[in-house]
Structure formats: C-alpha cells, structure tokens
C-alpha cells in the first residue's frame, strides 16, 4: 500500500514537471515542436502520457500531437539504451565506407540498426549526414562528433561500453 | 602572449581539437583561439600561430603532437613534420576567391569587435541610411540567386515581399542543411555567425520584416551553440533588437531547432515545422514571400544567400556581379566531400570547372584510385562522370548535362562504388524523407526501389529498367516538391553514365 503510494506521488511529480516544461511553450513560435523536442532531451524519449497533456495545452487532438513526434525522426518513442552510437549513412559516408563500418559496428554489438540491445546497454541507429562530409565516416558517439571513424575506433567503443561496471 | 588558434569547427572537433586546446592552453604565454575552420579540412585540427611574419600552420595536429610540436619551436613557428607553412601561402587556399568565407578560420567568431576589424558591419551600416526599394535593387543588381539549390533570383523573391502589405512580415533563414556532402552552412554559422546576423538584419530591412528566424538542424550540436552564444552577445551588443545599432529600427532574431527531418530543407514544409506541425510540404501558390510563417509573407533563403547579402551591400551589387558567369553571377562556395584526398571548402566565382576542383583542388580521391564519379548537389543531384568534369559549375551549364549545382556539394567516389547501389540508395532515402503528402513521392520511392533491387538482383533487367525510366517520369513531373522531383535524376544519371553496372545481373 505504502508502496503504491510512493509510486502515485512519483507519477505526479513528474506529471507536474512535464506541465511545467509544456507550459513555457505554449505561446511560443512553433512552441509544439519546442516542447516535444524539450520533452525529449529531459527524459530521453516522448512518453505516451505526454500526449494527452499536449493536446490540452496545445488545444489540438491526440491524434495531431502524435502525428508530429512521429513525423521526425529525433523524437523517440520509447527510452534509448544507456550508449547511443549513431552512424551517418548518406552518401558523403557510403563513398568512404559506411556501410561496411555499419555492418561491423551491428554485428560486434549484437544489435540490428536502428535498434536497443535487450539489454538496454547499446542504441544504434542511422543519421543522415552531421555534416562532417569530407571527414567520414562519421559518427555521433553519446551526442559527440567523431569523424574519420574506423572499425578500430568501433572496437574500442564497444570494449569500452562493455566494461562499464 | 603568443596567439595560437584551434578551430572550434565541427570537423576539428571530432577529431580531437578540443583536447589539442586544453593542452596548449594551460601552457604559459599561450592565448588560445578558438576559430572557424579555414576549410581545409583534411588537415583539421588545423593549429595556426601567430608570429611576425605571419600566421604559421600546422595539421593534422593530435594531441600527441603537441610535446615535439612545442619542442620543435611551435611558439615562434618552428619547423616540424606537420609545418605547413603560412597560412595564406597554401595553394587549396591561395587559390579561391573568398567573399562570404573571407572572415571564417580568420577570425574569433564570437568577438564582434574582431568581426569589426575585419570588415563586419560595413553592409549593414550602408543598409541603416538606405530606402528598403534601394536595398533590394542592390540584391537584384548583385545578380544573387538562392544558394539553397533552386537558384531562384533573390532580388524578386526580396521585392515581391517588400510589395507586400502586412503588420508583420518574417525573414527565415533555412539552416536545415541536410544533403549530404554539403557543409558550408555549418562552417559559416561556425565560424562567422555575426556575417548570418548581419544578412538577416539587412534582409529584414529590405523587404519590411522586423521579425526572423533560423532554422537550424538538430544534428549541428555546434553550430547551434556557438550561433545562440552570437544571438545572445548581438542583443548585449545593440546589433538586434528594437533599435538595431541605435537607428530605432527594430530586428528581432530566434533560433529553432528542427528534429531530423530532411524533408523540412524544403521551404515550406520549413514554414510548417516552424509553426509547430509535421514538415509536409505545401502546394504554391500561394508563395511564401506572400504568405509564409503564419500566413505572413516571408522572406526564405538558405543560410548561404543571407551571407552574400552583407558583401553585396557593403561593395555594391555591381562588385558581386563582377564575379561568375552569365546569369550565375558571385562566388559559390563549393564543398569537397566523400571519397577525396583533400576534402573542405573552395569557395570560386561561378564558371570553375568540376576537374579543376575535383582534381586541382580536391587531388582526386582518398584512396588513391581512380575517380569513378561525383554526386554533384546533394541526394537529389546527379552522378557525374570523368568525361564530364570539364563542364563549368554555373547553373546554366549544368542544367545542359542534366545536372545541377544544388547547394555546391561535391561528393567523390573511387572506383569500387556500384551506382546501381548507389541508384537504389536514391529511392531509399526518398522513402524514408518523403513528407508522404504527394503520391508521386510517397508511394513511387518505395516502388523504385523495390524495382531497383529486382534489377539488381537480375530479374528481368531491361523490362524493370524501362519501368524505372517509366516510373521516373511520373515522379518527376507529379510530385509536389523537388523531393519526389528530382530523386529521379541521381537514379537516371547513374543508368545512363554507368549502365554497367545495373547490367552485371543480367542473366539474359
């Protein structure tokens, strides 16, 4: 009992915090997208009991506020694993490698693009283009840059990653 | 203090450029710099040293480098492997003709006093004392036209705003630079924010918009922390806001972020995310420059265009016509990128040739094998063989070989590349980036490339070739948008230039 009441009070509390974060931008420009991409760096994914609380704020239908965090590719749906890996695969990257790289980076993690290890520990999932076009392959490690990225570097990513505590 | 600069560039980044600062920096009578990037990117992190004859570089540098860098006489641009001499004096540089790029690499590009001293402001100033008609004249005389990819003449697009009537009218720079092989928007948001500021400002003043935005993609973590840091010291500094530069004429300016989305590189599918909703692209009319954000007319140009703006302000549209060729007049900066030995940043008037850059420039690919083909103009642009890199890079020129400039992104492949992968890949991205609002886009990438992967896989090559070339033409002429539009001309150009190879599965 004591329990679940510890559990209710949690929920609430980050019920209010998400109100609070949708609150500062309702009036803004474009405040829907500023507010699902807020929602998304502070807990890493777009719960589904944002929804509703969106479309009140926002005075739109469920219906809307999912089609635009689905529309975009930076808004997830469900939590990410603890390391996020995130491979360019446009064309700048293909021509110096990318896909071979890609295929390496997947089978060494044990995780199909795209996807979370069951685990919850690794996340790899494709981007098209950083920008670091004439230094590829590139990549974004954990939300830094990295380019000219070898099967090496990949190794010794993962090595590291796998020997965290 | 000896002056040392680092890039604070993206590319220098990710190859350890902030570790290189930290370690010079906690160094006695060193005063690191954290600039732009010179655009020569192969040698990022790029470590340049102020000494009385000039700024000395030094590249590739690692963090390793920097003891037998500091042993060999760094400070006073000793000799050493990685010395490449003065800055100015290297040929990829020497060799360009930098109007928009003159500042960036050169400059601290968060000191607005540096960006003074350099020549900053001086069309803006010009801007203050003029008429908004006069203001746009001097864009359509300059000959500019949309850097982004349409080429769209930036005089009328800035006069048919100007014309129209409406308590608020926007300017919105699209930052949204997501083709690949392109990143000169990012470098200059990088390396001379104040340059973009100062354009919009201007652009603001020429078409009656008091009000811009920028809106930046979500995967240049850089450029969107140096641009904001630019944002906020320009308001400190009096550049923007209700009296920009104590004229009492008003320019406020916000950064939006998207949230991946290639589509939304589309000017009004842009506009829809910038209002909060999925990025589908509109049909025009109406034109944006007659209702845009908000159903306000808006003034839309690519980061690139609004950085021409204060050059041609500050020397005259006639100066900036000067450069290029025929009707595609100025400098382009044109980008390096993919399988090339020395990738980074050429910025040329209109009319160099593709050899040059790919071969002068560039020095062929990376591995050292024989240039295959470049992807001219990002996804949507055309696979290019050897036999036709003499063609000059202006607009007219390039339409004529089924082509075009695009945004100025040159992607190199050796030749390993299969373009039939390559053609598939085509209808791939366009499946996954369509907005899905047209059919022609939504349902024919997904046909494409399912026809592609038969021809790969050699079934019937030539009657799933004739649907492609079919299929192709409907999605040319029915989509709504350049997306489903032009996705036929990397699929076709790679056919027609390479049919080789979507021949090799021929069972036939």
Redesign the interface.
């Known amino acids: 009992m004591r329990e679940g009441l510890e559990v209710t009070d949690a929920k609430a509390q980050t019920i209010g915090a998400m109100d609070a974060l949708i609150a500062k931008y309702v009036d803004a ?6 507010a ?2 807020a929602l ?1 760096d502070a807990y890493g994914y777009i719960d589904a009991s944002a929804l509703p609380r969106l479309a009140t704020a ?1 005075n739109i239908t469920k219906a809307e506020v999912k ?2 965090i689905s ?5 997830a749906r469900a939590p990410k694993g603890e390391h996020v890996l995130r491979l ?1 695969q ?7 490698g990318s896909r071979e790289l890609t295929a390496h980076a997947c089978k060494k993690a044990d995780v199909e693009m795209g996807e979370t290890r069951a685990d919850g520990r690794i996340t790899i999932e494709p ?10 392959p ?1 990549a ?1 490690v954990d ?6 990225v070898s099967e090496a570097d990949i190794d010794a990513l993962l090595q590291a990653w796998e020997h965290e505590a | 203090m000896t002056r040392v600069f680092i890039p604070l560039d993206s590319v220098a980044v990710a190859l350890g450029a902030d570790e290189v600062a930290a370690k010079l920096a906690a160094i006695e009578g060193v005063e690191v710099v954290r600039n732009g990037s010179r655009g020569l990117l192969w040698l990022e992190p790029l470590v340049e040293v102020e000494t009385p004859k000039g700024r000395v570089a030094y590249g590739p540098v690692s963090e390793a480098d920097v003891d037998s860098l500091l042993a060999a006489g760094l400070l006073d641009g000793g000799d050493h492997a990685l010395c490449l001499g003065l800055t100015e004096e290297i040929e990829f540089l020497k060799n360009q003709e930098r109007l928009t790029f003159a500042r960036c690499g050169v400059t601290d590009p968060l000191c607005l006093k540096d960006y003074k001293a350099h020549g900053g402001l001086s069309g803006l100033r010009k801007a203050l004392a003029m008429e908004p008609q006069d203001i746009a004249e001097e864009v359509m005389t300059s000959g500019l036209r949309g850097r982004g990819g349409a080429a769209f003449p930036a005089g009328i697009k800035w006069k048919t705003v100007l014309g129209a009537e409406a308590a608020q009218k926007y300017v919105v720079c699209n930052a949204d630079e997501g083709d690949s092989g392109t990143f000169a928007d990012r470098m200059i948001m990088e390396g001379d924010p104040y340059l973009l500021i100062e354009g919009m400002i201007i652009a603001g003043l020429g078409t009656g918009a008091s009000k811009g935005f920028v809106y930046l993609r979500s995967e240049y973590p850089v450029a969107k922390a140096v641009f904001s840091e630019a944002l906020e010291r320009a308001y400190v500094e009096g550049l923007l806001g209700e009296s920009v530069l104590g004229t009492g004429k008003a320019f406020d300016l916000e950064l939006f972020i998207g949230a991946g989305a290639y589509i939304c590189g589309e000017e009004t599918s842009l506009l829809d995310s910038l209002e909060g909703k999925r990025g589908q692209v509109r049909a025009k009319p109406p034109l944006p420059a007659l209702e845009g954000l908000n159903g306000k007319p808006t003034l839309v140009h690519n980061v690139i265009s609004l950085c021409a703006v204060p050059t041609i302000l500050a020397e005259g549209g006639a100066f900036y016509k000067d450069y290029g060729m025929g009707r595609s007049t100025g400098t382009m900066p044109f980008q390096l990128a993919g399988n090339v030995r020395r990738g980074g940043l050429v910025e040329k008037a209109f009319g160099v040739t593709l050899r040059e850059l790919v071969e002068g420039f560039g020095g062929g690919t990376r591995t050292g094998r024989a240039v295959k083909a470049a992807q001219v103009g990002g996804p949507l642009g055309a696979y290019i063989p050897p036999a036709l890199m003499d063609t000059p890079m202006d607009y007219e020129s390039f339409l004529k070989i089924g082509a075009g400039v695009g945004h100025g992104g040159i992607v190199l492949y050796d030749d390993t590349a299969d373009m039939a992968a390559q053609a598939k890949y085509a209808f791939d991205f366009c499946a996954h980036e369509s907005c899905g609002k047209c059919t022609p886009c939504r349902i024919g990438a997904v046909r494409g490339a399912e026809v592609m992967a038969k021809v790969i896989a050699g079934n019937d090559v030539h009657g799933n070739l004739a649907l492609i070339d079919d299929l192709c033409e409907v999605m040319t002429d029915g989509s709504l948008c350049a997306m489903g539009g032009m996705t036929p001309i990397p699929v076709l150009s790679a056919i027609r230039h390479f049919p080789d190879d979507f021949l090799k599965g021929d069972k036939e």
Do not use: P, S, T
């Not at chain 1, 981007?127 to 590829?136: D, Q």
């Not at chain 1, 939300?143 to 000219?148: N, V």
């Open positions: 420009q474009g405040g829907l997208m500023r699902l991409i998304n926002f089609g635009v529309f975009y590719d930076d808004f360019c446009a064309e700048a990257c293909q021509a110096v981007v098209y283009c950083l920008g670091l076009c004439a230094n590829g590139a974004m939300g830094k840059l990295r380019a000219r």
